[in-house]
């Protein structure tokens, strides 16, 4: 069974999660050039590696950020979305 | 008897003509025949539905609760109220808060929210609410979520917020006379599925349904 850990509720099988899609910082909607936004809106990266995502533990509705390892689907840690700094990165 | 307030599972509990009884304005079963008390000992499954609940939440939720002299517990843990029935905190600042059979704080609160003060918001509930007492608790748990409840210390008044049979539940062990029971909440449009399955099981292990008269309400 695979194990994720809610910042909140702690360890859970991954039947109790949805996934939110990758975190994405988003750029200031009033100053981006439309190249910009489209890209933010419509585009996304799929190439393998270590991302950040949204995370949703679904029977408390807890939303929190997992940094995973795409290629190797191995989740290095989980963190409440608080803690991601104001310049878009983990703290 | 055509009350405006009726538990999520009252048709199936209908099926089988129990006693009744109105509590909170909603029938309740008081006893389905004279082996209540025994499938109790064994693993009985009893619909608590008809107590009154109320949730808030919000960013002032925490000290507005403290206002109204009521102890807020920690998070994903619970504690009794003065007058019976209990507060459960579902996160760093969601609440929820149950009546027992005799008080009225969660109705109070209900009222009180009414007026909206700034930073709390209201949550309706009208959950199912199930109780699960005797010695089989253990075994029905084991078929139905994939969480270690042996695990938990009951004596810090843990709350688990889980799935079971993929239905998520909020679920806490509690000390009564009658030993360790568990109370759960699910969403009440899940509330027969989720009776159904858990009966089943019970009857497998040599229990069922119980009515209120069975079983001791904190």
Redesign the interface.
Same mark, same amino acid.
């Given at each position: 069974?695979k194990i994720l850990t809610c910042p909140?509720?702690g360890q859970? $099988?991954i !039947?109790?999660f949805t996934y939110g899609g990758e975190y994405r910082p988003m750029p200031d909607a009033q100053t981006a050039t439309d190249a910009v936004w489209a890209d933010y809106v419509f585009n996304r990266n799929g190439a393998p590696g270590i991302k950040l995502e949204w995370w949703c533990?679904? $029977? !408390?509705t807890?939303w929190f950020i997992a940094e995973r390892d795409t290629a190797r689907d191995v989740v290095i840690r989980s963190f409440l979305f608080g803690e991601i700094s104001l310049q878009g990165g983990a703290a | 008897m055509n009350p405006l307030r009726k538990s999520p599972v009252h048709h199936v509990l209908a099926k089988q003509q129990p006693d009744w009884d109105l509590c909170n304005d909603m029938p309740t079963v008081l006893l389905f025949n004279h082996d209540d008390k025994e499938r109790s000992s064994i693993l009985g499954i009893a619909d608590l539905s008809c107590l009154w609940r109320h949730g808030l939440k919000g960013p002032r939720s925490v000290e507005w609760l403290e206002a109204q002299n009521i102890a807020v517990p920690a998070v994903n843990s619970w504690s009794t109220l003065v007058d019976g029935g209990l507060i459960a905190r579902l996160g760093q600042t969601e609440f929820m808060l149950e009546d027992g059979l005799a008080g009225n704080t969660a109705r109070r609160i209900q009222n009180l929210l009414a007026d909206r003060p700034d930073g709390i918001y209201p949550v309706l509930r009208q959950d199912a609410a199930f109780a699960l007492t005797g010695a089989a608790l253990q075994q029905l748990l084991r078929q139905t979520c994939s969480f270690n409840f042996m695990g938990l210390d009951v004596a810090t008044r843990p709350l688990v917020m889980t799935t079971m049979v993929g239905v998520p539940i909020t679920i806490l062990p509690q000390e009564s006379p009658d030993g360790v029971r568990y109370r759960l909440w699910c969403d009440g449009t899940y509330g027969e599925y989720l009776w159904c399955t858990l009966l089943e099981i019970a009857h497998e292990l040599g229990g069922g349904a119980v009515g209120l008269n069975s079983i001791s309400i904190i």
């Open positions: 069974m909140i509720n859970r $099988p !039947s109790e533990h679904t $029977p !408390s807890t | -």
